[in-house]
């Protein structure tokens, strides 16, 4: 099990047994589920793409599916995946009391690879932050820009550095990576820092940092607020 699984797993089984959306639910940050926290910059990015009609959209790591089923509701045809089963089952039946039509599946993000069909958006909606080693997200970007069309565009929304954010208790952060570890046995993932076992728990870039690394995966930078994101293939001339 790799070191993004277990949190995920326990907490869309939270997740139902509470009888709650999405995820954001579990932490207050909403109640409804056509309320998700990406709305906002999504409705705006789409009023910036020049896409055909009824584009070809993947989102990945879509959770419960809001972010998929609005897309889908506005005539997209969408692709949506999950590492988490729990997750998919009730994304799908979320789309079923909209009226909507997703494809989801259960997919582990990180084993992508390369993928024949190619779509007019990728769209992370605050997954790629729990993406946190080097060669995960490197394969992750990789698959990205594999599965853009020549004129398609990356959406991303992810969670960034914030100099008021306090990691306590089983958490360390590490400036240099923007790596946050959470203390925990030793396992295939953990390192060992100063003695102590620790997981990739997220990964909390600074801007720059985070164009960088987009850059590097070869995507062009069209638009960023923070980690809210538009970007297309790079091509070279």
Partial sequence: MRYYHAEHQAAYQR?????????SDLFGETDEYDVFPNRPFLEHALTQLDLPPEPDVLEYGCGTGPAACF???????VDAID?????????RGFARQRGVDVDFSVQDVCAMGAGSKQYDVVLDSYCLQSIVTD??????????RDRLKTTG???????????????EGNFRYDASSGICYEA??????AIQLDGTWYLPHRRHLRPAALRAELETAGLSVLSQAGGDVICVRYHET
Avoid: C, K
């Avoid at 060669?135 to 990205?144: E, I, K």
């Avoid at 992810?158 to 008021?164: L, Q």
């Fill in 15 to 23: 997740l139902v047994q509470q009888g709650l959306t999405q995820w």
């Fill in 184 to 189: 925990a046995a030793p396992a295939a993932d």
């Fill in 83 to 91: 590492l988490i089963p729990e997750a998919i089952t009730l994304a």
């Fill in 71 to 77: 897309l889908a509701a506005r005539g997209f045809r």
């Fill in 153 to 167: 565009y990356y959406v991303l929304s992810t969670a960034m550095y914030d100099p008021d954010r306090v990691y």
């Fill in 135 to 144: 060669t995960d997200r490197a394969n992750l970007l990789g698959a990205v």
